[in-house]
Nanobody
């Protein structure tokens, strides 16, 4: 399984970005898919999750109303749309996939597969 992020970059406050994650997941399996963020000097945290079976979603409080997580039906890609970016959104964003049945799966150890990360810088 490989996960590859793209779409990061440098944007001004108030701008928007759409992060993509190309995934080689088995479309017949059920996954919890997530976007995690690691801000400078901070631990990695889950900002948005989606459960592949029923598309239920979870958002970090600071992400609610601005972040939207989605995936395609073939589980070959997942996305994170971010609106109204602020400097607090700065960090490396990682996509992740795991087979845990726990919900919401907000912890790193619950994910087996990780992308390499994409940098988002908001100034």
């Amino acid at each position: 399984v490989q996960l590859v992020e793209s779409g990061g970059g440098s944007v001004q406050t108030g701008g928007s970005l759409r992060l993509s994650c190309a995934a080689s997941l088995n479309p017949g399996d059920t996954y919890c898919l997530g976007w995690f963020r690691q801000a400078p000097g901070k631990e990695r945290e889950a900002v948005a999750l989606i459960y592949s079976e029923d598309r239920r979603s979870y958002y970090l409080d600071s992400a609610k109303g601005r972040f939207t997580i989605s995936r395609d039906n073939a589980q070959s890609a997942m996305y994170l749309q971010i609106l109204a970016l602020t400097p607090d959104d700065t960090g490396v964003y990682f996509c992740a996939a795991g087979t845990t049945r726990q919900w919401p799966a907000r912890y790193e150890y619950q994910y087996k597969y990780w992308g390499q990360g994409t940098q988002v810088t908001v100034s």
